[in-house]
């Protein structure tokens, strides 16, 4: 298995420039999310999905969509990118399990940066 | 509200000596607790968790974690630490109850461990 993969590694934009996030895991998991890093905050939830066709805000959405068509494929978009968005973003993938035994396998990150 | 809380930025320890990173906790449930560790460039690694039963924990690369309700804590040791330990921990929590994709995490705790 490759795990959670995500591209591209690193992203430069304009301001008001948009833009996919892709992220893909091919580990039949059920609930994937979108995570941005920024110095001194810790990971911040974005969206997440708890299976294909159902979606959700996290604690940062505005800003950014998202879509689950498949159960591999949680995508991430930029509609009109601003300097605020720069950050490192994180994807994760993570299996239903019996009492919350769930760990999240995360995504090597894409750095994105809005000029 | 769900929160995590991380009180130290950074901690330098010398090797060999025992090491600790702190992590306090505040779900409206029964608290699941995650430790993460990042190394430079790289993803989130999962390290080990809390859910229910022994309150010490045991995880990966000799790293344990104490359970500790009263005072809602989760504080991340290790006997003896190596210079290979250093990097970016995370401490996490997914509430029980609700939102069971939705993981808080906690700012970040830098680890230096020193020859």
């Known amino acids: 298995n490759a795990g959670v993969t995500q591209t591209p590694k690193f992203q430069v934009l304009k301001t008001g420039q948009s833009m996919t996030l892709q992220c893909a895991q091919d580990?039949?998991?059920?609930?994937m999310s979108w995570y941005r890093q920024d110095p001194g905050m810790g990971l911040r939830l974005i969206h997440y999905?708890?299976?294909?066709?159902?979606?959700d805000q996290g604690e940062v959405p505005n800003g950014y969509n998202v879509s689950r068509s498949t159960t591999e494929d949680f995508p991430l978009r930029l509609l009109s990118a601003a300097p605020s968005q720069t950050s490192v973003y994180f994807c994760?993938?993570?299996?239903?399990?019996?009492?919350?035994?769930?760990?999240?396998?995360f995504g090597p990150g894409t750095r994105l940066l809005v000029l | 509200a769900q929160s995590v809380a991380q009180p130290e930025d950074q901690v330098n320890v010398a090797e060999g000596n025992p090491l600790t990173v702190k992590c306090t906790y505040s779900?409206?449930?029964?608290?699941?607790l995650f430790w993460y560790v990042q190394y430079p460039n790289r993803g989130l690694q999962f390290l080990l968790k809390?859910?229910?039963?022994?309150?010490l924990v045991k995880g990966s690369y000799g790293f344990e974690a104490e359970f500790n309700k009263s005072q809602t804590s989760f504080h991340l040791k290790k006997p003896s630490a190596l210079v290979s330990d250093s990097a970016l921990y995370f401490c996490?929590?997914?509430?029980?109850?609700?939102?069971?994709?939705?993981?808080?995490f906690g700012s970040g705790t830098k680890l230096n461990v020193k020859p």
């Open positions: 994760a993938s993570t299996i239903r399990a019996p009492q919350g035994r769930e760990t999240q396998y």
């Open positions: 580990m039949n998991h059920e609930y």
């Open positions: 999905s708890v299976g294909a066709g159902i979606t």
């Open positions: 779900v409206s449930g029964n608290p699941y």
């Open positions: 809390y859910i229910t039963g022994d309150n």
């Open positions: 996490a929590v997914r509430d029980a109850l609700y939102n069971f994709n939705k993981f808080y």
